[in-house]
């Protein structure tokens, strides 16, 4: 069965403090990793996939990278307006499962 | 821009009642998905639908049950509501193997 583990659950920095969230999984074929950023009472938003092992994606102060087994989110100098959950998905063959998150607080 | 729209953001209903969770999308999308969430549980994931008139069951469809006659909409049923349905409903789509799109959520609770 596929499974998406995310660590840590949640996570608090001060603002410039740079770290990295980790997304572990199992799934017999993977069609790719996405990772999404959820505000508050709405839908999770779109951030990064990555397919295959080696890869990485950069968007501001984010950037996703993707090995046999896991993948991490590294942020670096975060803002406050970076404070989100911050979720993991897995796609094999038609379905998408998510982790349970990391919610992320980024202190002024 | 591209939108998937769900039909109610807060609803109330009694234990029992029959619940209908619509979902529209604008892409043409061949997926769709319906998702709960749940604090320290992140997104489980309900039915989803791969073309008209096809459903897969996810993770947790028990209490639960999909239609989806048309391509761009994809509606969630609760038969008969209870009290651990209490959740954000959250419907998605999406192309295969591409991103999902998701909708703003359903805040139901169940009296």
Request: proline fraction near 4%; include cysteine; glycine fraction near 8%.
């Amino acid at each position: 069965e596929d499974q998406v583990t995310q660590s840590p659950e949640a996570l608090r920095l001060q603002e410039g403090e740079s770290s990295s969230l980790n997304c572990s999984y199992t799934v017999s074929g993977l069609r790719g990793l996405f990772w999404y950023r959820q505000d508050p009472g709405k839908g999770p938003e779109f951030l990064f996939t990555l397919y295959s092992a080696g890869e990485e994606k950069e968007k501001e102060r984010l950037k996703a990278t993707l090995t046999k087994k896991e993948s991490f989110l590294h942020i670096t100098a975060p803002k406050p307006e970076d404070s989100a959950t911050y979720l993991c998905a897995v796609r094999d063959n038609n379905d998408m499962r998510f982790g349970a998150g990391t919610r992320l607080t980024v202190k002024p | 821009d591209v939108k998937v729209t769900q039909s109610s953001r807060y609803l109330v209903k009694r234990t029992g009642e029959k619940v209908f969770l619509e979902c529209v999308q604008d892409m043409d999308h061949e997926n769709m998905f319906w998702y709960r969430q749940d604090p320290g549980l992140g997104l489980r994931l309900i039915y989803f639908s791969y073309d008209v008139k096809m459903k897969e069951k996810g993770d947790i469809p028990e209490g639960y049950s999909v239609s989806r006659e048309k391509k761009e909409r994809f509606s969630l049923i609760l038969e008969s509501a209870s009290t651990n349905q209490t959740s954000m409903y959250l419907c998605a789509s999406g192309q295969l193997y591409e991103k999902l799109f998701f909708g703003s959520g359903t805040q139901l609770s169940v009296l």
